[in-house]
């Protein structure tokens, strides 16, 4: 499945701005869902329980955990590029940053705040560093390096592998309640709805 079906003939250096402003944004929504304290997205549940068992921030916990699944493309065939390297540092820079700056409120109301916030941001931020096709994050070209392989859709490896994490973190002490409900449901639909609006399609 191509979410992008126009060629993409930008200059990569003109894409860049879109590529890191998105994962910037893609880490600071990791950090409001957190700071919500209701329910992480099935990877940052993951990431959540190895971090309090490890000592370790967040951040570093995906970028170790991004760097790990990378090593899963070479069996896969799947090749890196700028976008794939970014997206490991700069997200784990910025929900560090965000964790850092953001105290998580008390009363529910904020915190549903703060939840919706995170979901609707980071659909945003998924279309943008999509949209500039500068290779996929780790997790996204392990999802498509198996569809590619293997033959399976998209659908049934996306499901698979979020369903896997979701369990091995929640059973290590990660964070699982209705905004990994919301996610779920609201995520593909959300970035399907802004990626015309940032997808980059002109000639540099």
């Known amino acids: 499945m191509d979410l992008l079906p126009v060629p993409v003939t930008t200059s990569p250096v003109r894409r860049l701005p879109q590529l890191l402003g998105g994962l910037v944004l ?12 209701l329910g992480l997205d099935p990877w940052d549940v993951l990431h959540e329980a190895l971090a309090e068992r490890t ?15 990378l090593l ?18 700069v997200i784990a820079a910025a929900v560090d940053l965000t964790l850092a700056v953001l105290t998580p409120p008390s009363a529910l109301a904020p915190r549903i705040v703060l939840m ?15 949209g500039v096709r ?13 569809n590619a ?20 973190g929640w059973l ?18 959300l970035v399907q709805a802004f990626l015309p609006y940032v997808t980059w399609r002109g000639r540099a």
Do not use: H, K
């Open 172 to 189: 290590l002490g990660g964070t699982a309640g209705v905004g990994t409900v919301l996610y779920a449901l609201a995520i593909g639909p």
């Open 149 to 168: 392989r293997a033959g399976w859709s998209i659908r049934i490896v996306r499901t698979a592998i979020e369903l896997t994490v979701l369990t091995a």
């Open 55 to 69: 000592g370790l921030t967040f951040g570093t916990v995906t970028a170790i955990v991004g760097a790990l699944v």
């Open 116 to 130: 919706v916030a995170g979901v609707v941001l980071n659909g945003l931020a998924s279309a943008a560093y999509i």
């Open 72 to 89: 899963c493309w070479i069996p896969l065939r799947q090749r890196p590029g700028v976008g794939t390297v970014a997206n490991i540092l």
């Open 26 to 37: 893609y880490g600071a929504s990791m950090g409001l869902m957190i700071r919500s304290g």
């Open 134 to 146: 500068l290779g996929p994050g780790p997790r996204d070209g392990l999802m498509t390096g198996l």
